[in-house]
């Protein structure tokens, strides 16, 4: 069997071989971006992928379809300290093969969500499942307690205006993967999925004005 794993943390990385040591016959290979990641499954289509959505290189839900329809035969576990509840909705909506576990489960749960997931079996963690039993109109009403951060307020609006995460990268100077990772946290705070929402979010919010916005 082969797994992708697909995150950034070399901690995370570390902990995921030591409890995938304990399975039989498996071949893991790191992935550092999406490309890699393609590359493997290319290879290996029904390989398992491990991925921290919220740290590797995938922009939006949109391209996590585009992935699970290209490689439909391959398992998909989303590993990430945070996930909104309508992001792990539509990725529920995509099939039995796609398994949530937050990073804070139980040793216990993450090795019973793998097993789940060589099985093609659906596997979501006790504190997700906890989360989506909550009613919807709770969660709007986290929403408009939105705290975004000085860099992610200038972030936004340059996502609204239309800059592509390497146009924000070069005008402030950061690395690709600095603003991508900034992009999906206003996301999540935003519980937004994609740049159609987080620019109406902008509008409304008065950070860009219908002029800019228009150009």
């Known amino acids: 069997m082969w797994i992708a794993l697909a995150d950034k943390q070399d901690i ?6 030591h409890v995938l040591g304990s399975y039989g016959d498996v071949n893991m290979r790191q992935t550092d971006d999406k490309y890699e990641l393609i590359e493997m499954l290319s290879q290996h289509p029904d390989a ?8 590797f ?5 949109e391209e996590m379809q585009i992935l699970h329809d290209r490689f439909p035969d391959a398992a998909w576990i989303m590993f990430s300290v945070d996930l909104t509840i309508d992001f792990v909705r539509r990725i529920m909506a995509m099939g039995q093969n796609c398994s949530v576990l937050l990073k804070e489960s139980p040793m216990h ?6 097993d789940y997931a060589i099985r093609r079996r659906r ?22 307690e939105v705290k975004l951060t000085r860099t992610e307020t200038e972030i ?10 390497k146009e924000i990268a070069d005008k402030r100077f950061s690395s690709f993967h600095t603003v991508n990772t900034h992009r999906k946290n206003i996301f ?11 620019t109406k979010y902008a509008l ?9 916005y228009y150009i």
């Open 12 to 17: 995370t990385r570390a902990g995921m071989q």
């Open 48 to 55: 398992l992928c491990i991925i921290d959505y919220t740290l």
């Open 57 to 61: 290189d995938i922009n939006d839900i």
């Open 109 to 114: 749960e993450i090795r019973e969500c793998i």
């Open 123 to 144: 596997y979501v963690c006790q504190r997700m499942t906890e989360m989506l039993l909550v009613p919807a109109d709770t969660h709007a009403a986290d929403a408009d």
């Open 156 to 165: 936004l609006k340059d996502i609204a205006l239309g800059m592509t995460t």
């Open 188 to 198: 999540r705070k935003l519980g937004v999925n994609n740049v159609h929402e987080a």
């Open 204 to 212: 409304r919010a008065g950070l860009i004005d219908s002029a800019e």
